[in-house]
């Protein structure tokens, strides 16, 4: 989790500003009480289109997943500054780095992007207070954590309409 942490930490951000503070957890408990908290306030009605990929379920695709983190034994939580306006970027570029690394060390990883709802609760304050993370910080995404239960999936083909270059 160490080197996981500190991937993210070394990621690039807005100015070198270095605002995301990154929260690891090693315990399986808390990690499925928070899955379920993340899910607790996702609004399905507010999706478009509703489905992402069958080859890859999703709590979006599968209403009866009731653990936004899909039952991984560990979790790693970005936050970043509520009033940033590069909040979502910083944290997102923390995400790749630690899904990388990750990959590297033989560990499965899945970006979770439904976080800033997760800890509106009194128990989540509560936790974030624990935690020591300033009240003007927010949530801004996952890294689930954890090993497959099978093969290695298959990359997809990449679809060949997705590049463009200009001259």
Known sequence: MEKILIAGEYAP???????SILVGILNKELTTKIGIMNMAR???SQLIG?????????VIDDKKMVNGFYGAPAVVIIFGQSNFM???ADAF????????QATELGIASCIVSRAPETFISPEGQQM???WGIPENYLATCFVVLGYIDGPQPHTKPRRPDRIRIIE
């Open 13 to 19: 951000n807005a100015g070198g500003g270095q605002r």
């Open 42 to 44: 996702f609004d399905r």
């Open 50 to 58: 509703g489905h992402v990929s069958a080859e890859q379920p999703s």
């Open 86 to 88: 590069f909040r979502e």
């Open 93 to 100: 570029c923390c995400a790749e780095n630690i899904v990388l």
């Open 128 to 130: 974030l207070r624990e």
